[in-house]
C-alpha cells in the first residue's frame, strides 16, 4: 500500500503490491507502484483539507468534523467527500505505509473500498483523537485512531489500537 492504509489489514498489501507489479521483459521499464496504483485510483482526489486556525475549532467542531468524516468514510464510502478532512500533511503510521499523505492513502483505497463490506460498531471523539470500530468482511475488525488539528486530520494509527473506555 503506497502510504495509507487507512484500516487496511496487513494482508492487503501484498496483495496489492503483486497485483501492481509489473512485468520485466527485454527492456521495458519498471513504472513506480505509485503510477501504476494511481491509474486504478478512480476516486476524485479533493483539495486537501484547510486548517481553521483563527479561531481554531473547539473540541465540540472538531467532534462534528470527526463526525462528518467518520460517516462518509465508513457509511457512504464516498472517499472524496472523506478525503475533504484529510490534511495535505497527514502522516500514516500503518506498517506498511511507504508514503505520507493524502495521494497515497489514496491509491491504495481507491481501487478496493467500494467492495469492502463495512459494519460500523462504534465512533468516538475526545480532546484532539477521534477513534472509529467497525467490523469488515476483508480485514475483520478494525480500531483506528486519528489525530485532529485545527479541524484536518493530520494523523492515523491502526496497529493494535485500543477503543478508549470512557
Ligand atoms: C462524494 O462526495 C463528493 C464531495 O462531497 C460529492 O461531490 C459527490 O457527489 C459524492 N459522491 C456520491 C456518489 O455521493
Redesign the pocket.
Known sequence: MRGLCFFLAAGVAPIIVVLAAPTVTGTSHVLPPSRILARSRAV?T?APCQPISSPPPTEQESAARFEKFAH?FIE?K?????F?YISSVYKNHNPFAIEDGPDAALDVLGPLWDTVEITPIRRTFKGEFGWLNYQTDLFGEIVDKYKMEDGCIVEHWDQGEVYPST
Do not use: G, I, M
Request: a negative charge; zero cysteines; hydrophobic letters at 50%.
Open positions: 476524485v479533493p462518509a457512504a464516498n472517499l472524496t467527500e472523506a475533504t
